[in-house]
């Protein structure tokens, strides 16, 4: 499985050089934020197949490719209310 993971301390380098990270714009701004807020867990949206039995997709690309992170995007995912 691929996943996109940003390091506690690659959090704090962005942190520290927040000021610069502003001054730029450019695409890996984009890319960083984006990145970014994969981080931020989101809860799984719920989907109910044609036998009516539910599943769990992403609830940013879809993809029911997921586990702690999604696989088509990186989304981070928060499973703590789901049974
Ligand atoms: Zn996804």
């Not at 197949?49 to 993809?63: K, L, T």
């Amino acid at each position: 499985m691929r996943r996109r993971k940003i390091k506690p301390a690659t959090v704090r380098m962005i942190n520290e050089n927040f000021a610069l990270i502003l001054d730029c714009e450019c695409k890996q701004y984009d890319d960083l934020i984006a990145a970014l807020k994969k981080q931020e867990a989101l809860k799984p949206e719920e989907y109910k197949d044609a036998n009516d039995e539910i599943d769990h997709r992403c609830p940013e690309c879809g993809s029911f490719a997921i586990l702690a992170y999604c696989a088509q995007c990186g989304q981070k995912i928060d499973w703590s209310d789901i049974n």
